[in-house]
Antibody
Framework: QVQLQESGPGLVKPSQTLSLTCTVS??????????WTWLRQHPGKGLEWIGY???????HYNPSLKSRLSLSLDMSKNQFSLRLSSVTAADTAIYYC??????????WGQGTLVIVSS | ETVLTQSPATLSLSPGERATLSCRAS??????LAWYQQKPGQAPSLLIY???NRAAGIAARFSGSGSGTDFTLTISSLEPEDFAVYYC?????????FGGGTKVEIK
């Protein structure tokens, strides 16, 4: 049973960079079977797909975030990471890492709340 | 971007009743639609993929149907644990998008 766990600062100042890491257990990113994905949910709102990274480093980003977004992998630690630059209050959300099984997202982390505030 | 519109926004029903949730896409997405359930304080969990396939471990009372632009999630007889928010999601077009959700609440 795969498990995903987000980690990172819960508070980020405006204009700074939001950085989160997802640690995967129970599966190996290097197996190449899934797309390792980030999503977010603004408080009390719906879900937004941020992007994914494949085991070979290929990425696909939401165009609305593409200019500020970078996803990366650390296969030695079985982790993948998100960096979102120039954050504003509009980036305050619960951030989820997840496993995309070629479309359906079949495993999710518990989510981590990131607040953008000075 | 493909917009998914879910209706109704809120569904007030009693345990044992049938729930019918709708998801309409702004353009054809074939059968590339999934449904998720989200309970308060939890991450969403996959119920249905490719419009009508139940995910592993999902109870038979959950069923999905539809293709093209109109999709339905049906819960045949609501159990107490089914009261939650349900989201649809399409994977036909980039970026992946979600509907705004339907809250199924206890009447």
């Amino acid at each position: 049973q795969v498990q995903l766990q987000e980690s990172g600062p819960g508070l980020v100042k405006p204009s700074q960079t939001l950085s989160l890491t997802c640690t995967v257990s129970g599966d190996s990113i290097s197996r190449g079977a899934y797309y390792w994905t980030w999503l977010r949910q603004h408080p009390g709102k719906g879900l937004e797909w941020i992007g994914y990274i494949f085991y070979n480093g290929i990425t696909h980003y939401n165009p609305s975030l593409k200019s500020r977004l970078s996803l990366s992998l650390d296969m030695s630690k079985n982790q993948f990471s998100l960096r979102l630059s120039s954050v504003t209050a509009a980036d305050t959300a619960i951030y989820y890492c997840a496993r995309d099984n070629s479309g359906p997202i079949d495993s999710w982390g518990q989510g981590t709340l990131v607040i953008v505030s000075s | 971007e493909t917009v998914l519109t879910q209706s109704p926004a809120t569904l007030s029903l009693s345990p044992g009743e049938r729930a019918t949730l709708s998801c309409r896409a702004s353009q054809s997405i074939g059968s590339y639609l999934a449904w998720y359930q989200q309970k308060p304080g939890q991450a969403p969990s996959l119920l249905i993929y490719d419009a009508s396939n139940r995910a592993a471990g999902i109870a038979a009372r959950f069923s999905g149907s539809g293709s093209g632009t109109d999709f339905t999630l049906t819960i045949s007889s609501l159990e107490p644990e089914d009261f939650a928010v349900y989201y649809c999601q399409q994977r036909s077009n980039w970026p992946l998008t979600f509907g705004g959700g339907t809250k199924v609440e206890i009447k």
